[in-house]
C-alpha cells in the first residue's frame, strides 16, 4: 500500500505565495486546502483511506497542533509555519497506520538518500519523544545512523543540509512543548486515534 506525503512543493518550503502569510488563520485555512484536492497538492492515498474522512480528521489535527506546540497564536512565522507542518505530518502518519494497521513499512524517495532518511529519522525520534525517552546515547546514536548511513554508504556524501535542518528544528520544537505538559498534551491526542494506538506507540531499535 502506497501513501505518498509531499515534501517538495511550495507549501512544504513556505515559498511564493506563503512565503509571508504568517496569519495562523490563513495558514491553517491553506493547509486544509492541501486536502480539498490531495492529489494536485502531491498527496495520494489509497483507494480504501476516503477522502471524507482524511478531511475530517485533518480539520482537527490542525487545531490541535496549533493549540498544543503553537500555544493557538494568531500569527505564525516562517520557521514556525514550517516546524508545524513536520510535526503534522507525523501525527498524520500515525493516523495512517491507525486506519491501514500495517505489518511493516518504510519511507522512501527518488533515490531514498536524503528525503527518507531525514523522514524515518524524525519519525522514530518522534516516537520517543512521545513515550518521553530520547536522551540516551543508543537512542541518539541508532537516530544518527539512520539519517547519514544511507548518503553516506551510496554516495560518501552527507545527508542534504536543508533536508536534516529541517526536522531538526521541528524536533526541537516538538521536545520543547511536549515537555512542559506531557501528559497533558498526549491526552488531547488521544481522542483522535482507536483507543490502544498511542499506548501501544513504540519505536524499538537494535
Known sequence: IV??????TDF?????EYFKMDSAQDFLASFAAQFETP??????????????????????????VHESFFDAKKTLDRAEREDFIEIFYQFFLLKIIDW???????????????????????????VRLFNGSFDQREEL???RWMIYAPAFFVRERPIDAERLNRILCALET???KL??????TI????????????????????
Do not use: H, W
Open 3 to 8: 501513501v505518498t506525503i509531499p515534501k517538495s
Open 12 to 16: 512544504y518550503y513556505q515559498n511564493f
Open 39 to 64: 492529489e494536485d497538492c502531491g498527496f495520494f492515498f489509497p483507494s480504501n483511506i476516503k477522502l471524507e474522512q482524511v478531511g475530517q480528521f485533518v480539520s482537527v489535527l490542525l487545531e490541535r
Open 100 to 126: 491501514i494497521e500495517p505489518d511493516s513499512m518504510s519511507f522512501s524517495c527518488k533515490d531514498a538518500l536524503d528525503t527518507s532518511a531525514a523522514e524515518q529519522g524524525m519519525c522514530f525520534a518522534f
Open 141 to 143: 546514536d541508532f537516530f
Open 174 to 176: 516538538f521536545e520543547e
Open 179 to 184: 515537555g512542559k505538559e506531557p501528559q497533558k
Open 187 to 206: 491526552k488531547s491526542f488521544e481522542g483522535l486515534y482507536s483507543p490502544t494506538s498511542l499506548k501501544m506507540l513504540k519505536a524499538s531499535f537494535q
